[in-house]
């Protein structure tokens, strides 16, 4: 199955410092959605992106869906320690009126706040 | 509380053995997923069902397999024949998209299993 290019692979940063990390894709999608995964356990929906341009925030986080809708970003304002944490990309095609297609998720970025 | 429950958190197996992953939902949604996460890379899809008894492969199927008799029920088997079963395994649900009115679905996952097998 395809991947997403997930960039940077991981980050080290101070506490304070804002954070931007995106995704990039050969296909088109039709959603994108940005999760974060603490250690052993299960990733969290942050932010769900449904239209070309988009722009949505959830507190200090703020994603876009691209307007070519290969790519997608993700910006963190003003890290704090519980930002820490491996965040994902997925983005899904939409075939048919029917049923879920599948998301294709990409490799993570891992976020470590530097004390 | 509504959500995701994968039992247990952590399991051990010896190899050669097939082993089952639990994953209950009672969310009341009509689509179910099984996720493999190896570290440091992203989740490969192993098998996903959108309604009660019928199922597809995920881009990593060979070596698995599962059932759906329950709406909130979508137990993973490991087989032996998995070659490379040590993995966390993730479950997620959704509600199917032409259940929505916009927007698309969501996946909500639960809190995962860690298995061993040595």
């Known amino acids: 199955g395809q991947q997403l290019n997930q960039s940077p692979q991981s980050m080290f940063i101070q506490e304070g410092e804002d954070v931007s990390m995106n995704c990039t894709s050969s296909?088109?999608?039709?959603?994108w959605l940005w999760y974060k995964q603490d250690p052993g356990e299960g990733p969290v929906l942050l932010i769900a992106?449904?239209?070309?341009?988009e722009l949505t925030s959830n507190g200090r986080l703020t994603a876009q869906f691209g307007i070519t809708r290969k790519d997608s970003f993700l910006n963190i304002s003003a890290s704090i320690p519980s930002d820490v944490g491996i965040y994902f990309c997925?983005?899904?095609?939409?075939?048919?009126?029917?049923?879920?297609?599948?998301?294709?998720f990409g490799t993570g970025t891992r976020l470590t706040i530097i004390p | 509380d509504g959500g995701i429950t994968q039992s247990p958190k952590y399991l051990f197996r010896k190899e050669g053995q097939n082993v089952t992953l639990s994953c209950e939902q009672n969310?009341?949604?009509?689509?179910m997923y099984w996720y493999r996460q190896d570290p440091g890379q992203g989740l490969r899809l192993i098998y996903y069902s959108q309604i009660v008894n019928d199922f597809q492969k995920g881009d990593i199927a060979e070596g698995y397999s599962v059932s759906r008799e329950k709406k909130e029920s979508f137990p993973l088997t490991v087989t032996s024949a998995q070659k490379n079963p040590t993995a966390f395994y993730l479950c997620a649900s959704s509600i199917r998209r032409d259940a929505l009115g916009s927007g698309g679905p969501i996946e909500y996952f639960g809190p995962g299993t860690r298995l061993t097998v040595t």
């Open positions: 997925a983005g899904r095609i939409t075939i048919s009126n029917f049923g879920n297609e599948k998301l294709t």
């Open positions: 969310l009341n949604h009509d689509a």
């Open positions: 992106l449904y239209k070309a341009g």
């Open positions: 296909s088109i999608f039709n959603t």
